[in-house]
């Protein structure tokens, strides 16, 4: 999630971070999207909400008919129709949540302000957490060596894994190893 759901890698962001009293635990939230992908977002529910309207009047006439696939396909453009929007706003009101405690790791899925997802990982050490990187294309630009594209190499990306009885647990991914790696160290002071 890391690559759009950005995580906070330093302590003094104090609207995304929150540490316990004692200072036994911390607790960090993803930061929400850019604000332009609100306008992107408007300008979708605009121009969905003008299709309904254009539509609206031979949809109402698609269940006069006695046919069922009509009456299928009115259901079906009208689900589409509905839920698209609401689940493109579940994408801005989707929260990540990292919470380390010595060797204990949660992660908490929020949608809607409501978890619908957590998941205890328990580190076989305080400090069983790696950087990796990954990539999941050949990187062809690179193995042509030629300086016109460069540009267009594939770096890939890098993730977060704990790891908990022997196995690699994926934690968050970044593209970028150095916000990553203070995310880690950030971790691991608690």
């Known amino acids: 999630m890391g690559l759009i759901y950005i995580f906070p890698v330093d302590e003094n962001e104090t609207d995304r971070v929150s540490k316990s009293i004692n200072l036994d635990s911390i607790t960090l939230k993803t930061y929400g999207l850019p604000m332009v992908f609100w306008v992107y977002l408007a300008a979708i529910y605009i121009v969905v909400f003008t299709m309904w309207l254009t539509i609206h009047s031979a949809l109402d006439k698609l269940l006069s008919y006695d046919d069922t696939s009509m009456v299928l396909l009115y259901w079906l453009v009208q689900g589409t129709l509905l839920l698209g929007p609401v689940i493109l706003l579940g994408f801005f009101f989707f929260e990540k949540f990292i919470t380390k405690s010595k060797n204990k790791l949660t992660l908490t899925y929020r949608l809607f302000f409501i978890p619908i997802f957590r998941k205890s990982i328990t580190l076989d050490s305080f400090d069983s957490l790696t950087v990796d990187h990954f990539m999941d294309s050949p990187n062809i630009a690179k193995m042509?060596?030629?300086?016109?594209?460069?540009?267009f190499e594939n770096k890939g990306h890098f993730e977060?894994?704990?790891?908990?009885?022997?196995?690699?647990?994926f934690v968050d991914r970044h593209s970028r190893k150095?916000?990553?790696?203070?995310?880690?160290?950030?971790?691991?002071?608690?």
Not at 160 to 169: D, E, T, V
Not at 178 to 190: E, N, V
Request: cysteine-free; aromatic content about 4%.
């Open 160 to 169: 977060l894994h704990a790891i908990s009885n022997g196995k690699s647990i």
């Open 144 to 151: 042509k060596s030629d300086p016109t594209t460069k540009g």
């Open 178 to 190: 150095s916000d990553l790696t203070k995310l880690k160290d950030l971790l691991l002071k608690f």
